[in-house]
T-cell receptor, first 112, second 114 residues
Framework: NAGVTQTPKFQVLKTGQSMTLQCAQD?????MYWYRQDPGMGLRLIYY???????DKGEVPNGYNVSRLNKREFSLRLESAAPSQTSVYFC???????????FGPGTRLTVT | GDSVTQMEGPVTLSEEAFLTINCTYT??????LFWYVQYPGEGLQLLLK?????DKGSNKGFEATYRKETTSFHLEKGSVQVSDSAVYFC?????????????FGKGTLLTVNP
């Protein structure tokens, strides 16, 4: 039981490049989330998926797109990376109706 | 909108010292309140929670009481250990249905020295 896994762990991009961050959970959770963590800012919600087939914007969605591929997987795509997207990205999941969110180990992204 | 304000760090303590990390919130309804902990190099983990006024959450020696009258949820521990060194996040949740969006504070870095 791996919980929430994220790939890659580290990534360096040049401005304008694109990439997809992958997230998968094996806990049969309905809801999944993408956050970014910046120094002094805490965690901010980018997008979430309440259940398979649905996605909604969070607090800071600009510059990102998401896909809920199936119940297990929720990917985050940067179409044209910008230095302002340098951050640590966390994926999380929760059972529908539950209180606790389970977090992955994070992806550290640097955009130069 | 909802917001969470927690004391700015960093906080540096000696082993066995008493810990308090203050957290206050603004919400339109009656939120659930949480403390999450992030150990170095890891994702966040739920430390404790409280879902209604006067509830006390506790775990691993940490405690926090949901105070509606002061809109606070301060984290306390009587005797900290070096292994408690981490970043602590206060968070709240409003909303229902099948999705639960969390609003986080900015985090407080705690360092415990031997």
């Amino acid at each position: 039981n791996a919980g929430v896994t994220q790939t890659p762990k580290f990534q360096v991009l040049k401005t304008g490049q694109s990439m997809t961050l992958q997230c998968a959970q094996d806990m049969n959770h309905n809801s999944m989330y993408w956050y970014r963590q910046d120094p002094g800012m805490g965690l901010r919600l980018i997008y979430y998926s309440a259940s398979e087939g649905t996605t909604d914007k969070g607090e800071v969605p600009n510059g990102y797109n998401v896909s809920r591929l199936n119940k297990r997987e929720f990917s985050l795509r940067l179409e044209s990376a910008a230095p302002s997207q340098t951050s640590v990205y966390f994926c999380a999941s929760s059972v529908a109706g539950a209180i606790e969110q389970y977090f992955g180990p994070g992806t550290r992204l640097t955009v130069t | 909108g909802d917001s969470v304000t927690q004391m700015e760090g960093p906080v540096t303590l000696s082993e066995e010292a008493f810990l308090t990390i203050n957290c206050t919130y603004t919400a339109t309804g009656y939120p659930s309140l949480f403390w999450y902990v992030q150990y170095p190099g890891e994702g966040l983990q739920l430390l404790l929670k409280a879902t209604k006024a006067d509830d006390k959450g506790s775990n691993k020696g940490f405690e926090a009481t949901y105070r509606k009258e002061t809109t606070s949820f301060h984290l306390e521990k009587g005797s900290v250990q070096v292994s408690d060194s981490a970043v602590y996040f206060c968070a709240l949740r409003e909303g229902g249905g099948s999705n639960y969006k969390l609003t986080f504070g900015k985090g407080t870095l705690l360092t415990v020295n031997p």
